[in-house]
């Protein structure tokens, strides 16, 4: 049975919501850091840090959320789970990059993505210190600071400038670092800017020809994978599995197929 086709007017409304939030955290998170930022604590590992900027954006675009649309579901990334009864539900990355943000690197963001029934219908990354705001509604398309985007024309495979990153968990790392070194060879070179869902909106705009990621949660990878796909980029996990925890690749046509088939043979969902 296919999915129900959201309605227009509530795409408008949870867009609406979801570029408010994004745009009032992302300020918050631009203006309002302190000059003695510090970690608040740790998640993963002792280097997968929060920040005290980490839970006040989180709370920020939580209070937002409830004040808009308290029917809806919530799942952030610092811990907010709560269920809803609208059959939309917010996912939530409040500092997606939270290592470059304390410091001072640029490539940070807020990712905010509306599900309806469990599908991603709205997007929306702001990377406030490069001045940009990605955004995405299902079937209308990917755009940067209201401009459309499109994903580059698929490179040659020796040609392609792929993104990645890399888990906080020692061993996993290990293991990464591993794949990487068999795929660097292959390809263009690797990029590793450290906020998945800015790689993925660079993606969006051609910026990268191609993504992968082991470990992604539901809140790093849901805005930034529908803005991609509405630029025109496949996306999925291990071949014929969705996009997961174990692994996340996105690239336009072309480019997607050899690189899901490399990571595949080089078993980069692996421990």
Same mark, same amino acid.
């Given at each position: ?17 979801? =570029?408010?939030? *994004? ?38 675009? =939580?209070?937002?959320? !409830? ?9 952030? $990334? ?5 269920? !809803? ?32 029934? #469990? ?14 705001? &990605?955004? /995405?509604?299902? !079937? #209308? #398309? ?17 040609? *392609? ?15 990464? /670092? ?34 992968? $990621? ?9 805005? #930034?994978?529908?803005? /991609? ?7 999925? !996990? ?17 480019? &997607? ?6 990571? +595949? +043979? ?6």
């Amino acid at each position: 049975m296919p999915d129900p086709v959201p309605s227009p007017d509530l795409l408008d409304e949870l867009l609406s919501v979801a =570029l408010e939030a *994004a745009d009032l955290a992302g300020a918050l998170l631009r203006d309002g850091r302190p000059a003695d930022l510090g970690v608040a604590g740790t998640k993963s590992s002792p280097v997968d840090v929060v920040t005290e900027m980490d839970l006040a954006s989180e709370q920020l675009v =939580l209070e937002l959320i !409830g004040r808009r649309r308290p029917d809806d579901g919530y799942l952030g $990334e610092e811990g907010a789970d709560r269920p !809803g009864r609208s059959g939309v539900r917010w996912v939530v990355d409040p500092l997606d990059g939270t290592v470059n943000y304390l410091y001072g690197l640029p490539s940070w963001g807020v990712s905010v993505a509306a599900e309806l029934d #469990g599908r991603a219908v709205v997007g929306v990354v702001a990377v406030p210190a490069r001045g940009e705001v &990605f955004h /995405a509604v299902l !079937g #209308g #398309g990917a755009h940067l600071d209201g401009r459309p985007i499109r994903t580059r024309p698929a490179a040659p495979w020796g040609q *392609a400038l792929v993104g990645t990153g890399f888990s906080y968990v020692q061993a996993v790392r290990v293991r990464q /670092a591993e794949v990487l070194l068999g795929l660097m060879p292959e390809v263009r070179d690797i990029r590793r800017a450290g906020a998945a869902a800015v790689d993925l909106c660079d993606l969006a705009a051609g910026r990268l020809d191609g993504f992968y $990621e082991r470990g992604l949660q539901p809140w790093d990878r849901a805005a #930034g994978l529908l803005i /991609a796909a509405e630029a025109g980029a496949l996306s999925g !996990g291990r071949p014929g599995r969705p996009a997961d925890g174990l692994l996340t690749v996105a690239a336009p046509p072309g480019v &997607f197929e050899p690189l899901q088939a490399r990571l +595949e +043979e080089l078993g980069a969902w692996r421990d």
